[in-house]
């Protein structure tokens, strides 16, 4: 069974500050994915990863793919109360595979 | 454009009633996915089709749920019996060839 380990699972901080949430499978995946989720809606596609070692950026956000495509890391740079809401990473094979979320609260 | 329309967006109901949860997917697109979301288990893929047909249901939990996708702008997940364990969040999405889902805002379902 492929599972996708999110840490840490709840991150509350301070406006301005930065964070990372980690992404870590055993599996390789084809491709991954990351999404935010906010309260009482779906999950909204953020980005996109393909290749080992790719690094996309999103205004404060920068995704990286892990060189041997099994795990993925998400940086915010100077969180903003905006930002709160669940990140979800997601690896394809056959079918989407969702990480369990982390909860990110960012305090003004 | 209209996203993806899921309704109802809550429903609450007794042990043992047939439930069902509705979706239309975007128009024009030909894959659809239905999701479950709890917080012990997170949002986990049930079914999906392509082009209206099932191509994978191995998500299903178990015989009482029932999955149809009678055209293609319109889809019913039915649970019946329901059980209590069947609380949770349940997504539509969909997508085109495969590429970006687009989520539906979800129905809020609780079995007393």
């Known amino acids: 069974t492929q599972l996708l380990e999110q840490s840490p699972q709840f991150l509350s901080i301070q406006e301005g500050e930065n964070l990372t949430v980690y992404c870590n499978s055993s599996s390789v995946f084809s491709s991954l994915q990351w999404y935010r989720q906010e309260p009482g809606e779906g999950p909204v596609l953020l980005v996109t990863v393909v290749t080992g070692g790719e690094v996309k950026k999103l205004k404060r956000l920068t995704f990286q793919f892990g060189d041997a495509r099994k795990d993925s890391s998400l940086h915010i740079t100077a969180a903003q109360p905006g930002d709160t809401g669940l990140y979800l990473c997601a690896g394809e094979s056959r079918r989407l595979i969702f990480g369990q979320g982390t909860e990110l609260s960012v305090k003004p | 454009d209209a996203g993806v329309i899921q309704s109802p967006r809550h429903e609450v109901t007794e042990m043992g009633q047939e439930v069902t949860l509705r979706c239309k997917p975007i128009s024009g697109h030909n894959s659809l996915f239905w999701y479950r979301q709890t917080m012990m288990r997170g949002l986990e893929l049930l079914i999906y089709?392509?082009?209206?047909?099932?191509?994978?249901d191995s998500g299903m939990p178990e015989d009482r749920f029932s999955a149809k996708m009678p055209n293609a702008s319109f889809s019913t997940l039915k649970i019946q019996p329901s059980e209590p364990r069947d609380s949770a969040v349940y997504f539509c999405?969909?997508?085109?060839?495969?590429?970006?889902?687009?989520f539906g805002p979800g129905t809020r379902l609780l079995v007393l």
């Open positions: 999405a969909s997508s085109l060839w495969g590429q970006t889902q687009y």
């Open positions: 089709f392509n082009n209206n047909v099932p191509i994978d």
